[in-house]
């Protein structure tokens, strides 16, 4: 029982002091799941849009700023239809929102941009 309460007595300060340091430093485990590294390293590119594209975008009224914050920021990428091996540059099926999509966008993530090929409404 004493070597319990040693434990104790060392893990709960432990944790509570890990957790102000990581906190501090804005460490957070969302992002290591495949949806959310492809997601984060997609809006740290310059964006590029086919003409299909901005057609379409101009129809449904979406403009950049919502396409980057609220679609493709809170998607689901498709992986069963999306190329995440092709070389050079993987293609992906995003849907937006996760529960009953009503987006659907398609777009190629190269070394340094990322292309919008297609944005269709599915409903």
């Known amino acids: 029982m004493k070597k319990l309460k040693f434990y104790a007595i060392g893990l ?3 944790c509570i002091i890990v957790f102000f340091i990581l906190n501090k430093k804005g460490a957070s485990c969302s992002g290591y799941l495949p949806n959310s590294r492809v997601i984060a390293e997609t809006l740290s590119k310059d964006f590029k849009y086919s003409e299909a594209a901005k057609t379409e975008m101009s129809t449904l009224k979406i403009d950049e700023k919502f396409l980057k914050d609220s679609i493709i920021t809170k998607g ?3 992986f069963d239809r999306s190329h995440a091996q092709k070389k050079p540059c993987p293609d992906y099926v995003l849907t937006y929102p996760e529960e009953k999509p ?4 398609t777009y190629e993530k190269c070394e340094e941009t990322v292309t919008v090929n297609s944005l269709k409404k599915l409903k």
């Open 102 to 105: 009503v987006y659907e966008i």
């Open 76 to 78: 689901k990428i498709d």
């Open 12 to 14: 709960i300060p432990g």
